[in-house]
C-alpha cells in the first residue's frame, strides 16, 4: 500500500522541501504535520516541470490518460478510510463526511477519465465552394490552481482531473490549513502512474506563490475557489497575461420554504444544506426565507432536528458536527450572532460557544430575523441558521436576489407553476426544488455575479482547460 502521508511538497516527481509550518488539527491545536513554506522560486520550477511534461501528455491518447485518471481514481477509493481520517484530521469535518468527501473527490476522477474520450470538435457547413470548416478543442496549457479547506480534497479533483483528461498539466496551491490530502492525493496520483511533472503541489506563502501563478507567462489558465476578495485580486493579477480564469467565489445562499412546501421534508434539507461541514461550504443556506403560514412550524421543527446535532471531534462516533476551521471563523460567527440578537432576532437554540470550548459552536437557530442584519449580507460559514419571515413569492424573489452573490440557491414548493416562476426568477447559478444538496459531478457547478465565472463538473468543466481551434480546409 502507499505511504501517502507526506510532508514535502511535490514537483516534478519529487518530494521536497523541510518541515517549517505546523499543521495543527482545528478540534484540539495539537500539532499533526510540519510542511514546507515555500514560495515563488519553487512555484516557477513547478511551472518549468509543468511545462516541460505538457507535451509528452498532452500527445498521449486520450485512452492513455484515461486509464492513468481511472487508476489514480481507484487508489482514491482504496484508500477512503484513510483518507478521510486524515482529512478529518486537518480539517476537522466528522469523519463520515470526510469520507464522503472523498468518494466526492473520487467521482470527479472517474468522470474525467471517462469524459477525457469526449473531448469533441464539429464541423461546419462551409460558405466556401472550396473550402471546408473544422473545429478542434486542444488542451490549453499548464494551469494553476489555487484551493480552499472546506474541501481539501474535492477542490482539487474538481479542478486537476479534467485539466489532465483535456492533456493539460498543473501547478497546484491547497490552502495553507490543510495541504496533507492535498499532498496525499499527488502521491497516490504518483502511484497511479501520473508522469512526473504533471501534477505539483506547492504549500507555503499564499502571495508569492499565487503571484508567481498568476505573473507567469506559461500558466495558461487559473482555477481558483475561494473567497471573492481574494478572486478579484486574482483577476487582477492573471490581466497582465489574459489567462483563462475559472472562479469558484462566495456565495449568501437564500433557502425558501413556501406555503405549499412539506414542511417535514424541508426542514430536512435545511438540515443538510445548513449545518453540512458546520457551515462551512460556499452552497450552504444563509439566509432561510419561510412564508408566513408555515414559519411557525418550521421553526420549531427545525429547532428540534438541531437540537439533536452532536457537536465533538470529527472522529468520535455519532458526532454530526465538528470544530469552526479557526478562531477567526469563530469570531466572525460570535460578531454576527451578536449583531442579530442586538437588533431583534431570537435565539430558539444554540447562539454561543459550546461547552467544549475552542473552536466549537453551539448549532444555532434564529428567529425573527431581518434584512438590516449584518449576516444577510455577509457568509456567515457556521452553524446559524437565520429564520426571515416572508407574504408574497414576488417579495421573496426579491429578497433572495438582493445580493451581489449568485452561486446556490433552494426552495420548497409544490405547485408546478410556481416552481418554475421561481426557479426561472432566481438569479443563481443553480437552483435546488425540494431538496438541500445539489453537488454532483455530473451537473455544472457554478455562480453568477460576484459567485464567479465558468463551470466545474459534467462536460462543461473540461471547457476551461480546452481551446477552441477553428480550421479552415480551402483550395479543396
Ligand atoms: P477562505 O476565506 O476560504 O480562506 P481565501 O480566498 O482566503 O478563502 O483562501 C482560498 C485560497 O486562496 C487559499 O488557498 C489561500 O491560501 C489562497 N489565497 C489567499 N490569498 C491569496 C493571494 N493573495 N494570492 C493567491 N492565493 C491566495
Redesign the pocket.
Known amino acids: 500500500m502507499t505511504e501517502f502521508h507526506k510532508e514535502q511538497c511535490f514537483i516534478n516527481g519529487e518530494w521536497l522541501g523541510k518541515g517549517q509550518t505546523p499543521i495543527t488539527n482545528p478540534a484540539n491545536d495539537v500539532q499533526i504535520a510540519l510542511v514546507p513554506n515555500m514560495g515563488a522560486d519553487e512555484t516557477k520550477k513547478a511551472i518549468a516541470a509543468a511545462k516541460a511534461a505538457f507535451g509528452p501528455w498532452s500527445k498521449l491518447l486520450a485512452k492513455e490518460r484515461s486509464a492513468i485518471l481511472r487508476k489514480w481514481y481507484e487508489l482514491i477509493v482504496a484508500n477512503a478510510d484513510e483518507l478521510g481520517a486524515l482529512l478529518t484530521k486537518e480539517q476537522g469535518k466528522p469523519l463520515a463526511e470526510a469520507k464522503g468527501e472523498i468518494m466526492y473527490a473520487a467521482s470527479f476522477v472517474e468522470f474525467y477519465a471517462e469524459e477525457a474520450k469526449r473531448i469533441y470538435g464539429e464541423t461546419i457547413p462551409s460558405p466556401y465552394p472550396d473550402g471546408r470548416i473544422v473545429v478542434i478543442r486542444q488542451p490549453i496549457g499548464v494551469i494553476a490552481a489555487?484551493?480552499?479547506?472546506?474541501f481539501p480534497a474535492a477542490m482539487i479533483t474538481r479542478k486537476v482531473a479534467p485539466a489532465f483528461a483535456a492533456g493539460c498539466t498543473a501547478v497546484v496551491?491547497?490552502?495553507?490549513d490543510t495541504p496533507l490530502t492535498a499532498f496525499a492525493l499527488a502521491a497516490l496520483a504518483q502511484e497511479a502512474g501520473l508522469p512526473d511533472g504533471v501534477l505539483n503541489v506547492i504549500s507555503g506563502d499564499?502571495?508569492a506563490?499565487?503571484?508567481a501563478m498568476c505573473e507567469s507567462p506559461d500558466v495558461r489558465a487559473m482555477t481558483?475557489?475561494?473567497?471573492t476578495?481574494?478572486?478579484k485580486?486574482?483577476i487582477k493579477q492573471c490581466a497582465d497575461t489574459v489567462k483563462q480564469m475559472g472562479l469558484e467565489l462566495g456565495g449568501n445562499a437564500p433557502f425558501i420554504v413556501f406555503d405549499d412546501a412539506d414542511v417535514d421534508a424541508a426542514v430536512q434539507g435545511a438540515m443538510v444544506s445548513k449545518f453540512r461541514n458546520a457551515g462551512q461550504t460556499c452552497v450552504c443556506a444563509n439566509r432561510i426565507f419561510v412564508q408566513s403560514g408555515v414559519y411557525e412550524e418550521f421553526s420549531k421543527k427545525l429547532t428540534i432536528e438541531v437540537e439533536k446535532m452532536k457537536v465533538g471531534f470529527g472522529d468520535e462516533d455519532g458526532v454530526t458536527q465538528g470544530p469552526l476551521i479557526n478562531d477567526a471563523a469563530v469570531a466572525k460567527v460570535e460578531r454576527l450572532v451578536g449583531d442579530a440578537v442586538g437588533k431583534g432576532a431570537s435565539v430558539t437554540t444554540g447562539g454561543k460557544l459550546h461547552e467544549l470550548g475552542g473552536r466549537f459552536y453551539e448549532p444555532t437557530v434564529l428567529t425573527n430575523v431581518t434584512k438590516n442584519m449584518d449576516m444577510t449580507t455577509n457568509e456567515i460559514f457556521g452553524p446559524v441558521a437565520p429564520l426571515y419571515k416572508f407574504e408574497t413569492e414576488d417579495e421573496v424573489v426579491e429578497l433572495a436576489n438582493a445580493t451581489e452573490f449568485g452561486l446556490a440557491s433552494y426552495f420548497y414548493a409544490r405547485d408546478l407553476g410556481r416552481v418554475w416562476r421561481v426557479a426561472e426568477a432566481l438569479d443563481y447559478g443553480m437552483v435546488c426544488i425540494n431538496s438541500g444538496i445539489l453537488s454532483t459531478e455530473v451537473a455544472p457547478f457554478g455562480g453568477v455575479k460576484e459567485s464567479g465565472i465558468g463551470r466545474e463538473g459534467s462536460r462543461h468543466g473540461i471547457e476551461e482547460f480546452t481551446e477552441t481551434k477553428y480550421m479552415l480546409m480551402s483550395g479543396i
Open positions: 489555487i484551493t480552499p479547506w472546506n496551491k491547497p490552502a495553507p499564499a502571495q506563490i499565487g503571484g481558483f475557489t475561494g473567497s476578495a481574494v478572486g485580486i486574482l
